[in-house]
């Protein structure tokens, strides 16, 4: 059974980072993209980044371009999200989640149905 925790959200100033983190179990992680998604009150779950399994494909979605990060540690079964320069808007709900098939490049926008498991979500809340 595939297991995902995140960790690392909370409450920050406009302007200030976060690091999300994200352990996966259950799954041969090496082999699967994952990709972080975000839900804010009243809104769609929407892609925010993701990454390949080989970690040699990104994509992330307009709004964080060149402020967010996404990477992964396969020896450690982890995923991250750096976020720099958060905004309000980036307030919501975080979700880290594994790809359905294995050995697939994410190097463009995906729908969240194409992603198998999610975890509990991290809140994310930027405010002055």
């Known amino acids: 059974q595939v297991q995902l925790v995140e960790s690392g959200g909370g409450l920050v100033q406009p302007g200030g980072s976060l690091r999300l983190s994200c352990v996966v179990s259950?799954?041969?992680?090496?082999?699967?993209?994952m990709g972080w998604f975000r839900q804010a009150p009243g809104k769609e779950r929407t892609l925010v980044a993701s990454?390949?399994?080989?970690?040699?494909?990104?994509y992330y979605v307009d709004s964080v371009k060149g402020r967010f990060t996404i990477s992964r540690d396969n020896a450690k079964n982890m995923v991250y999200l750096q976020m720099n320069s958060l905004e309000l808007e980036d307030t919501a709900v975080y979700y880290c989640?594994?790809?359905?098939?294995?050995?697939?490049?994410?190097?463009?926008?995906?729908?969240?149905?194409?992603?198998?498991?999610w975890g509990q979500g991290t809140q994310v809340t930027v405010s002055a």
């Open positions: 989640a594994i790809h359905r098939r294995p050995f697939t490049v994410l190097n463009g926008a995906r729908d969240r149905t194409e992603f198998g498991s």
């Open positions: 259950g799954r041969t992680f090496s082999r699967y993209g």
């Open positions: 990454i390949s399994w080989n970690a040699m494909n990104t």
